[in-house]
């Protein structure tokens, strides 16, 4: 059986989780599946393991927004989590596929 696909997969720290729910809930009315995981290893792990899970996009939490580390397309985008409009627009450039 294949496994679902995740569109964001949002690693977080223990202590950052209030803005967690607020980005993830975001996502999840735009349509996207969204999984959250707990960000205890190396960031290359955790890409590799995302990988693996036939993750899309793994959200990483920075002080001032996100950074988006785009699998499918092997690329990185930083977010400002001040310009809800500017993440708007990233958001949307993802299509939401259809599962």
């Known amino acids: 059986m294949r496994k679902k696909s995740v569109d964001f997969r949002i690693l977080y720290k223990k202590d950052n989780k209030g803005d967690i729910y607020s980005l993830e809930n975001f996502l999840i009315k735009k349509g996207f599946n969204v999984e959250r995981k707990v960000f205890n290893k190396r960031l290359k792990e955790c890409i590799d393991d995302a990988n693996d899970l036939r993750v899309r996009k793994v959200v990483l939490p920075k002080d001032k927004g ?24 990233i958001l949307n450039s993802f299509v939401v596929p259809v599962h």
């Open 66 to 89: 996100y950074k988006i580390i785009d699998i499918e397309n092997n690329n990185c985008i930083n977010v400002n989590k001040n310009s809800i409009k500017e993440f708007n627009k």
